[in-house]
C-alpha cells in the first residue's frame, strides 16, 4: 500500500524567502508518479508539478522546484521567492503507475502561511 | 474553456435524505475520480471510474452511489446510510494514462442539519 506523510501541518515564511514543504513516501512498486498541489481557501486543488521515479532530474515549474531523493523516499516542495500569494494547504501526493485505477494517495497537507 | 464543473458549491441535507452532487468535464478525459476531504485531512478516495457504465469502489465507498452513463458526467450520490456525510467533496479527471496530473473541480460543501 502507498503512504504519502507530510510532517508539517503548518509553516510560516517571510514574503520573497525561499521555503521547502517536506514530503516522504512509501511503496512498493518500482514505477510511481509524485505530485504536489496547492488548495487555496476556496477549496480547488491546483496542479503545481510532477516528478516521475524514473527521472533523472529534479522537476522544475517556474518559482517552484522538486527536491527529489528516491533513495530517501522524499520528495520535498522548495518554493523560491516566496509571495503572498502562496499562503494555502499544499498537499504531496503519489501515483502508481501500475495500479489499474492510478487514482492519487494523498498526504495530509502543509498550511503555508507567507508573512509580509 | 476546458475544465471541471462541480454543483452545487454549498449544499444543505436533513438526515436521512439523499442528496446527488454533480460533477461535468468537458476534458474529454476516460477517468473520473470522487474525493472526500476532512478538516486537516487529506483526500480520501471514494469511487472511480475508467470507462463510461463502469466504475471501482475506492477505500471509503460505503454510503455512498456513482454512476457513469456518459463521458461527460460522474455524479455522486450520499446515501442515508451514510454516517458523517458533512465534509468537501471533490471531483477530479485525468486522461487515464501516461504521466500526467488530475484535473480538479471547485469542490462541493456538503453539511448536514
Known amino acids: 500500500a502507498q503512504k504519502i506523510t507530510q510532517t508539517q501541518p503548518g509553516m510560516f515564511v517571510q514574503e520573497k524567502e525561499a521555503v521547502t514543504l517536506d514530503c516522504t513516501y512509501d511503496t512498493s512498486d518500482p514505477s510511481y508518479g509524485l505530485f504536489w498541489y496547492k488548495q487555496p481557501s476556496s477549496g480547488e486543488m491546483i496542479f503545481l508539478i510532477y516528478?516521475?521515479?524514473?527521472?533523472?532530474q529534479n522537476a522544475t515549474e517556474g518559482r517552484y522546484s522538486l527536491n527529489f531523493q528516491k533513495a530517501r523516499k522524499s520528495a520535498n516542495l522548495v518554493i523560491s521567492a516566496s509571495q503572498l500569494g502562496d499562503s494555502a494547504m499544499y498537499f504531496c501526493?503519489?501515483?502508481?503507475?501500475?495500479?489499474?485505477?492510478?487514482?492519487?494517495?494523498f498526504g495530509s497537507g502543509t498550511q503555508l502561511t507567507v508573512l509580509p | 474553456d476546458g475544465g471541471i464543473t462541480q454543483s452545487p458549491k454549498y449544499l444543505f441535507r436533513k438526515e436521512g435524505q439523499n442528496v446527488t452532487l454533480s460533477c461535468e468535464q468537458n476534458l474529454n478525459h476516460d477517468a473520473m475520480y470522487w474525493y472526500r476531504q476532512d478538516p486537516g485531512q487529506g483526500l480520501r478516495l471514494i469511487y472511480y471510474s475508467q470507462i463510461v457504465n463502469d466504475f471501482q469502489k475506492g477505500d471509503i465507498a460505503e454510503g455512498y452511489s456513482v454512476s457513469r452513463e456518459k463521458k461527460e458526467s460522474f455524479p455522486l450520490t450520499v446515501t442515508s446510510a451514510q454516517k458523517n456525510p458533512t465534509a468537501f467533496y471533490l471531483c477530479?479527471?485525468?486522461?487515464?494514462?501516461?504521466?500526467?496530473?488530475?484535473?480538479f473541480g471547485q469542490g462541493t460543501r456538503l453539511t448536514v442539519v
Open positions: 477530479a479527471s485525468s486522461i487515464g494514462q501516461g504521466n500526467t496530473e488530475a484535473f
Open positions: 516528478q516521475g521515479s524514473y527521472d533523472q
Open positions: 501526493a503519489m501515483r502508481d503507475d501500475w495500479s489499474s485505477a492510478r487514482q492519487l494517495t
